[in-house]
């Protein structure tokens, strides 16, 4: 072991001794935790070096292969062999040098989202700096003025960088103790993908009809579910990047909004909701004292909680397409007429191997609960909180075993049961209400 080693052991040792794994950020002199570290689910965290009391990241612009949920791969360019690329967490006061290398086959450039710099680190090519040719590395450095919940994306062929995933998030923690102790911090970040069925790369020209919805590039069931301790103060940062509005939703106890790009809000501005929009290009800050349970957070945007399916089709609701299903079958062997009582047989097809969508492509609804299917796909996990956790336990619990007496069932089958009050139905419509046909079948004119 040569002197060097010697000494980075030993400060790794004496570092490891003062700084228990989950509080980075504990103040050693005292031993009280100021906060938690923050947890990318399903991503990671940039390590920095520390040179002449300044904390020196080195992001990476280039193309990587990424899985959006086992069976669904696509080349998509990030930092780092990521996307989105890994989580700057640095707090406020600290200087910082990112060294950005590009290693794309066009140029780039980063723009720090929302942190307040000297206007020539702001990162937008053609008008605050050079563009970033392929090879070259740029430097940024810049003092933190401020705290917050933000972000970094390309200035430079944006739509096309962004669309294909180049993105992550830049958290900046008070110098001092936030008012109320926070004992898990999660960051998530918002996008969508044109990632059309059968095929791997995103289309960056689709500016609406998107083919995946993700937290953090991934898509239910492959995001990793939010996990905490009865009784515990959780915050979920969420920065929307997509092309949408996401009106973030959850199950069980409401949360207070605390914040966004601009940092803590003052509580007097703190609001109570269940669902929160988080609208393009912001970020939010989502607080709440868990309950035990399994509860459901996801984009209320139903179709934002799919996965690739076809947003034009004929609606066959309502439609009794059994003529139509033998016509087509003749041209189409193994056709299949679907939608006719809703989709949810669609989960029970692709469940049973009867419908191989296309390679490459995930079915619209996947997910298994303790229940049966959960018939969800994109923006959708679960904050699963329990009693028994240790403090810095962030594994999978598993599913919620709900106390005796707490679970909705079933006592009638008959569709009859009961005399529940109901609206008179309204009187015949004048013609105009058609009987339903098969699909095809229309009556023109
Ligand atoms: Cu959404």
Redo the contacts with the bound molecule.
Sequence with gaps: MNRRHFFLNTGAATLAAALPAAALSQNAATGERKHPKVRTPNGWTMPHRLVDGVKVFHLVAEEIEHEFAPGTRAKCWGYNGSTPGPTIEVFEGDRVRIYVTNRLPEHTTIHWHGINLPSGMDGVGGLTQPQILPGETYEYEFTLQQHGTHMYHPHADEMVQMAVGMMGLFIIHPREPEPERIDRDYAILLHNWALHPGTWRPDPSVMTDFDL?TFNSRVFPAIEPLVARSGERVRIRVGNLSM?E??IHMHGPRFWVTGGDGGRWPRALWRTEVTEIVGVGQTRDLEFIAEPGDWAFH?H?SH?TMNAMGHEVPNTLGVDQSGVEAEIRKLLPGYMAMGETGMAEHQVHTDMGHMPGPENTLPMMMGKGPFGKLEMGG?FSVVKVRDDLGADDYRDPGWYRHPPGTVARRISRDPQFGDPVRREPLPPAKGTLPEAKPMGHEHHG
């Design positions: 919805w949408h996401h009106p984009c945007k934002h923006m």
